[in-house]
């Protein structure tokens, strides 16, 4: 069965470096997001991209985060500058027409 | 007002009991709509997309009302296995996913 896959499953870093959070969505899918997930607290819509363009961002998404898609099968998420706040479980998702959306296991991001 | 509301529980309930889950939205925009489940520590899961004339999977009935901006989820015959946290999504259009915080359920032996 096709599934997203996401690398790393776990990052350390200190705070104000940049990291880059990978994502290979199902390969037949067109749509793809982000969300994060602060241990205890609910799944936060981040990004979603579609035609290879942002389709829509949440209030979430400020100029420290990008995404894109570099090839046929990457989808990155990179935070230039991160804060401890950023400290959370990143889950990439994939969907087709319908909408529902596949989740990958998620990176958890530890930032020092 | 939240975007995507629901009670959060915990729902503590026996196998083989029916249970209910409700969730409400803001925006009445919103275009399609879905029930997910997370267990502990781990990603959502597809549980089942809600349609305007409801839909069933097995023992999950799903029901939507656009004029009160209402879902709802309903599991009988609970096993212990559906024991997680139900999560109500929102598409409030182009793609934009709004998650509600989600309903813990344990069922119990």
């Known amino acids: 069965e096709p599934e997203v896959t996401q690398t790393p499953s776990h990052q350390v870093t200190q705070m104000g470096q940049e990291v880059i959070l990978r994502c290979v969505p199902i390969s037949n899918h067109l749509y793809f997001y982000w969300y994060r997930q602060i241990l205890g607290q609910k799944v936060e819509f981040l990004v979603s991209f579609y035609n290879n363009e942002i389709s829509e961002k949440s209030e979430i998404f400020d100029d420290q985060f990008s995404v894109e898609r570099p090839d046929g099968s990457n989808f990155t998420l990179k935070i230039r500058s991160t804060k401890l706040e950023d400290s959370a479980m990143y889950f990439c998702?994939?969907?087709?027409?319908?909408?529902?959306?596949?989740f990958g296991p998620g990176t958890r991001l530890t930032v020092l | 007002r939240k975007e995507v509301e629901q009670d959060p529980g915990p729902f503590n309930v026996p196998e083989g009991a029916t249970v209910a889950f409700n969730c409400t939205y803001s925006n009445s925009a919103s275009q399609s709509f879905f029930w997910y489940r997370q267990d502990c520590r781990k990603e959502p899961k597809l549980l089942m997309s809600?349609?305007?004339s409801g839909n069933e999977d097995g023992r999950f009935t799903a029901q939507l009302n656009r004029a009160s901006q209402y879902i709802s989820l309903l599991i009988r015959d609970s096993k212990l296995s559906d024991s997680a946290t139900y999560l109500c999504?929102?598409?409030?259009?182009?793609?934009?996913?709004?998650f509600g915080a989600g309903t813990r359920l344990t069922v119990k032996p």
């Open positions: 809600v349609y305007s």
């Open positions: 999504v929102v598409n409030q259009g182009n793609n934009d996913m709004r």
């Open positions: 998702a994939s969907s087709g027409d319908l909408g529902e959306q596949f």
